[in-house]
């Protein structure tokens, strides 16, 4: 694990509970929604799913789906909390047969990889994913951000090109993007396709 992440993994264990019960882990329905209308298959990654509130109700929805975190409490919580299966590994070292996932759900994860890291993480995800997979992406837009003083996470923000670019750069196709707002954050919605 890299040093950055075992420090923002450090902060998610100390406030997971807080986090489950918060409204960073409500369902935004009407994105997950058009992610799974689009998917063509039914196997699903969701990455860095924290108490796992999305895995459940992509589980729900009849997907097969599987949630990883690198947080034990976040994951002893979803696994508590539903049904899905969930599993702690690393999003920046994944260990999955190549082609082997219809999507791949990143909520609220990009914001903890360092820019550098983000080409790898793009081609490894390209990699898992069937021909034609999608990758759904909510991620915080660039804007004004104070941290609290225990805040020891990686917080990266990026505009909507600059996510756009790194995604086609490395092997997608732009089918949604957008922005929105939610919990007073400005956020980026974008779902890419695999070429
Ligand atoms: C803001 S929460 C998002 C949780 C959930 N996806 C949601 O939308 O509410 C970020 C999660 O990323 C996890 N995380 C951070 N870096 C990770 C990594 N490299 N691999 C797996 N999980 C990671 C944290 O433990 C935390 O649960």
Sequence with gaps: MKQYTRKTIKYYESIADK????????????KIDIFAKL???KKIL???????HDTDYLTK??????????????????????KGKYKIMDFLNLKFRNNSFDG???????????????????????KILKN????????????KRVP?????????????????????NNGFNVLVSKIFFYGG????FIIVKKI
């Design 104 to 126: 791949i759900w990143c909520s609220s994860i990009l914001v903890h990889v360092q820019k550098k890291d983000l080409p790898k993480l793009l081609k490894n995800s390209w």
């Design 39 to 41: 998917l063509s298959g």
């Design 61 to 82: 929805r009849g997907f097969d789906c599987l949630g990883i975190d690198l947080s034990e409490k976040m994951i002893n919580i979803a696994k508590h909390n539903f």
């Design 46 to 52: 969701d990455a860095a799913c924290g108490p796992g």
């Design 148 to 168: 609290g003083n225990s805040d020891t996470r990686t917080y990266v923000m990026h505009s909507k090109k600059e996510l756009k670019d790194y995604l086609t």
């Design 19 to 30: 986090y489950a019960k918060s409204d960073a882990a409500v369902v935004l329905t009407d």
């Design 185 to 188: 954050r400005k956020r980026i």
């Design 132 to 143: 034609n997979g999608l990758v759904g992406i909510i991620t915080a837009a660039k804007q």
